[in-house]
């Protein structure tokens, strides 16, 4: 009788085979297994919890017209069903069924903002005014479209500062908000509250503004001011793209000194200007705020001012970036991807093919980063950006196209740069730390976006299991210091379950186990 034998190899190792006995007793074949099914089973025992999660109980208010209108026709249009939600009152035909925390379901369909006028703050016209606490559920990207026609923002929430009040956006797209001149938020505006948009699409918030009226996030503007530290939003699985500010700062998200959580989310092709020069951040700033990203990308974002993908504004701003990619930034200052004057830490971050001093004018240097205030990194990889040369500027002669560093940077170990005329602090082979050597990124690929490693990338498996771990300060609910890091931005699982290592970088190269059962003759 011919013996079964179990063959197994591992992708991201190569093509050798390993074969166990298919006669192997129970407890040795689980032993001998566990490590080729561990992805899958700490992704099942992750679906379990989420099945097993209590269902939540709401009141929903359906929407049933997809006009704009707050009358006594008999139906139930968008506005009227959020003036039910702030009023807790029937307003028209909507009506209430079950109860719960209030959600106003809005089925499919394209809703365009016509009825009244901008800066109306009573839901009566313009913009909605969301006035309580509530949940708007579309049905998907897509699906459920609102679009501001260029009318006024989409969503104001409690304009007047009034209450404290959660709200969660799910669902949905939004876009072609324009709000009056001078005023925040594109899209969405939020002063001191909570705001979550979960699994939805902004886009085409235009803000205009001039050199007396700064109009700042062109997607999202959240938070009362640094001196107040109020406002929470937290961005989860949402892209927001192609959002702009002119005369201002964060063309896709403005945090103003409040809480910013950004999680498997997109922030892409939005812009800021800022004639003056100061920092404007064409995807996100971070003015005096806390700002944490996991797991997401901020890509092709330009500011004419200062930072291309990211700025971490005042000496007291507080980031934290983990698992995420930066690419593709460009700024007519400095930090291509980042801009930093706060305290930033950064764990296993990509950070490629940004650009400084784009227009090659009045300098600007760190195409990668800029960085005038406190920057710890580990497990990243800062490579392949640029820094053009002011033609005439003695002051901008030397490209400095990954890293600018004038005062404190701290090395955490295992991380990869390209060149470091910017810097005196990172030396190759201090700290587990590489300079010079190609990562062999691939194409862009995946939702959020990120460079895969080739399976030849000396970014492999540089980072023992025990080094794996994030670097964090402040304020985080997303990840904390020295937390295991068990997954990457794809989802990947880390450290390699086969070598007992962590890459560098975003992401790791997919693997897998592949289990070819044979029958081998004797």
Known sequence: MGSHRLLFCDKKDGLAMNSIDWSLSVGKLLRGTAVILLPSLLFLLLFQQMKAAPTAVHTIIAVNTTADELNSDGDCSLREAIQSANTNDKIDGCTFAGSGDLVVSVPAGSYFITLGSAGEDANAGGDFDLLASMTIQGTGVGSTVLDANLFDRLFDID???????????VGMTLQNGRPPLGSNGGGIRN????????ESFISDGRLTGNSTLLAHGGGIFSGGGFSAGLGVVHIISTTIEDNSSTFGSGGGIYNDGGLLNVSGSTIIGNSAQIISGTASAGGIANTGGTTNILNSAILDNESDGQAGGISNFFSFAVMNI??????????????GGIRNSGTLYLTNVTIINNTADLDAQFGGSGGGIRNQGILHLKGSI???????????????????????DTTTLVSEGYNMLGVITGTTTITNGVNEDIVGIDPQLGSRTGSPPYFPLSLVSPALNRIPALHCTFVVTGTNPLFSHGQAILFDQAGQVRPDVSMQRCDVGAVEPPYAFVLIPFVATD
């Open 322 to 335: 983990a698992n995420s990619t930066i690419s593709g930034n460009r700024t007519d200052g400095s930090g």
């Open 191 to 198: 002063f001191d509250d909570t705001l979550t948009v979960q």
């Open 159 to 169: 304009p007047a500062h009034s209450t404290s009040i959660s709200v969660t956006i």
């Open 382 to 404: 800062i490579f392949g950006n640029t820094d053009n040369l002011t033609v005439g500027d003695a002051t901008d002669a030397i490209q400095r196209p990954d890293i600018y």
